[in-house]
């Protein structure tokens, strides 16, 4: 069951009353990581809060089967806040919800619940999970056939000082993120035209999934208000770069210490922290659907490009899937590693769940760690790389399903339930994507 939460209830509704809050959304996702919401008054508040609120769960993606629709949504207090857009005389609330089954237990299914069995191994081994995203986004004008245009007058590249309408945007996202109680470290404008970065700071696993979630539709509710559109698609356009989720993470002991500092090492590096990179880089491959989710995610990881799709760790070398950011010698407890190919139309709670559980599979093993490769593996020939043996991730989502398929540690942090229902939804999709003709094939085609 869930840790006891800090709030009380009756302290919880007299403070939405206080705000005039008529309406709490209940929230959680699917598989795929859409969120869903159910809307009740805030007079059904307190009995949802005692009872749990029903809901079909067989209508959802990936969540139930027909024979187990009965499901009850648990309100987690801690994560309850108003949303500062809702502006049109009824304000509301949201809270994120466990997935209940009628006898009151955690639903398998659900993918929130997936990440916390997962922090709870990593608990019993001694260890908390911290992570710290870097979420790309496009701001775009929405056409009338649903396509998406750059916006005017808009020039800025990587870090550039932009005074344009994205800059204001961007800033009211960071303050309507903050009013969510979600912390901001960094934002700037990134490489594309109307591309655009938010640095979270670092957090607990399961808030960070929450934030993410949260932020995506704070920023697509702040864009909208200014008649524009947020994208989180890999790979928008094909001259256009691609956008990713990178993600520092580390561990924790249980009295707060950062458990894969070693001054000693070359990298800074504890044998905990080599064992847990050695983990990823192993099941790097069977994580991909879970952390490139979309056919649209391997138009962004292709060969010649800025993102990471050889499975090496390095330093300095940004083409590698792992990189170990250098560290302050007066601040060793930021020590950390960052993962590079995730991208943002990925479900964070999955997402954390497989690295932290292929993390915690390489310190059980005592896994080696690889030599790290810091030259630019873009220049470098092919052959050259096939002789050094240095594999790359998945180049199609039809080949990151059969690796997802093989790898018993990464289907185990979803549960056998929910990696069928993953699998089952991606392979849809995969065939709906083969049989499609595209304009590249007719432009190239139609005429031989």
Known sequence: ????????????????????????????????????????????????????????????????????????????????????????GQPAARVICWVNTPEGELFPGDPRTALKQVLDEAA?????????????????????????QTLPQESGGYFDLSTGVSSSVRKEMVWRLQEMGIKVETTHHELGIGQHEIDFTREDALTSAD???????????????????????????Q?????????????????????????????????????????????????SLVLNPLVNSYKRLIRGFEAPVYITWARV???????VPRVNPQKLETTRIEIRN?????????????MLKAGLAGIAEKLPLPQPVEENLFATDIGRLERRRIVHLPETLGQAILEFENDE????????QMASKLIEAKNREWFDFCRNV?????????GI
């Open 342 to 354: 995730p991208d943002p139309a990925c479900n964070p709670y999955l997402a954390y769940a497989v």
């Open 1 to 88: 069951m869930p840790e006891k939460e800090d709030k009380n209830a009756a302290k919880v509704i007299a403070e939405l009353r206080q705000k005039d809050i008529r309406f709490v959304y209940l929230q959680f996702t699917d598989v795929l990581g859409m969120v869903k919401s159910v809307a009740i008054p805030i007079d059904q508040f307190a009995d949802c809060i005692e009872r749990g609120k029903w809901f079909d769960g067989s209508s959802v993606e990936g969540l139930a089967r027909v024979l187990e629709s009965d499901m009850y949504l648990k309100p987690d207090l801690r994560t309850l806040i108003s949303l500062p857009w809702e502006d049109d």
């Open 409 to 416: 540690v990464v289907r185990e942090a979803l549960g056998e």
């Open 317 to 323: 070398n940004r083409s590698s899937l792992i990189r």
């Open 211 to 237: 934030n993410l979630i949260t932020a995506r539709y704070t920023l697509k509710a702040v864009a909208q208000k200014h008649g524009l559109g947020v994208t989180f698609m890999p790979k928008p356009a």
């Open 239 to 287: 001259n256009m770069e691609g956008s990713g989720l990178h993600i520092h993470q580390s561990l924790a002991r249980l009295n707060g210490d950062n458990a894969f500092v070693d001054a000693s090492n070359e990298y800074g590096l504890s044998a905990v922290a080599q064992q847990f990179l050695a983990g990823l880089l192993q099941h790097a491959k069977g994580m």
């Open 124 to 148: 019993a081994a001694g260890y908390r999970y911290f992570v710290a995203p870097e979420m790309e986004f496009y701001l775009y004008s929405p056409k009338e056939n649903g396509c998406m």
């Open 438 to 446: 595209t304009p590249w094939e007719m432009e190239r085609y139609l």
